[in-house]
């Protein structure tokens, strides 16, 4: 995986995370905050994949070397429930903290 594809993503957790627990503490609906999550990450992740599709076309061809390299341009698709999926674990550890803090 290329540091573009690789900043692209962490980008996408980035602000996947803060528009989620932003919402979750405004709205207090963990599921909102995820849906909210998955549609973000959704977002980003769909625009960078034809932005790096039009852009270089060759770089994104099936390769045969490392795990996520030989998915090509299918590397952002693979990483939108990931990423939604480590949204939803933060959210349940600010809850955690949120009830301890309350005892």
Known sequence: MNTIVLFTVLVSLLVSTITCIWIFKLKSNKWLSVLTALAVNAVILLIATVLFYKLDVQAFHKQTDGV??????????????????????????IRYQRTKASY
């Open 68 to 93: 996520f390299s030989s998915l090509g341009i299918l590397v952002f698709a693979f990483f939108i429930p990931v990423l939604t999926l480590l949204n939803f674990y933060t959210l349940e550890f």
